[in-house]
């Protein structure tokens, strides 16, 4: 909802940390990251920089905040103290704090697709790299944890299969292993 990006954006204006807000199909940012502009080669996904006390989100389906860990940490628990349960909070890397409507996650995203293709999760795969693939990896009965996986990641699933780095092509050739052909 609104009144929360409104408040989560408010919070973090009191760290340095850069702030991204996902709307409909549009990426906000208030300053540019140079860092950030890597993935827009990869990926297609453009953001446009705004300023955010004169844009109307709607339909925002994900803030997140890069910076510090430390830094985010702290914010992480003023927003857990002053938006109570309204949210969903996970690292997916140590600079980047995701936050979006409470109960939204991979996980539940994935268990909604298999229950609408009456599949359940004994006849699914996932691959993961970041905290924020943990709910879904848990969920299937195929977890698959990238080499290049956060640490906290791959320490809390340690005994799940792996897959060589999304550098290295590794979805593709553990598919390749498991289904040959």
């Not at 339909?59 to 628990?77: A, P, R, Y």
Request: charged share 25%; no cysteine.
């Amino acid at each position: 909802p609104t009144d929360l990006v409104d408040r989560l954006l408010a919070l973090a204006a009191n760290f340095d940390i850069h702030s991204n807000v996902y709307s409909g199909d549009d990426w906000f940012v208030e300053a540019e990251n140079p860092r950030l502009l890597e993935f827009h080669k990869a990926s297609q996904f453009f953001y446009q920089q705004v300023d955010y006390s004169q844009t109307p989100f709607t339909s925002v389906s994900k803030v997140f905040f890069v910076g510090d860990h430390d830094q985010l940490e702290i914010l992480k628990s003023q927003i857990e103290e002053t938006l109570e349960d309204q949210l969903s909070l996970t690292f997916s890397l140590d600079d980047t704090l995701e936050v979006m409507n409470k109960g939204v996650s991979k996980g539940k995203a994935l268990a909604m697709m298999l229950d609408h293709r009456n599949e359940g999760p004994g006849n699914a795969m996932a691959f993961g790299d970041g905290m924020n693939d943990k709910e879904m990896l848990e969920l299937v009965h195929h977890p698959v944890v990238m080499e290049n996986a956060h640490p906290s990641l791959k320490a809390a699933l340690s005994h799940f299969m792996r897959a060589e780095s999304n550098q290295e092509n590794g979805v593709a050739k553990y598919l390749n292993r498991v289904f040959p052909g």
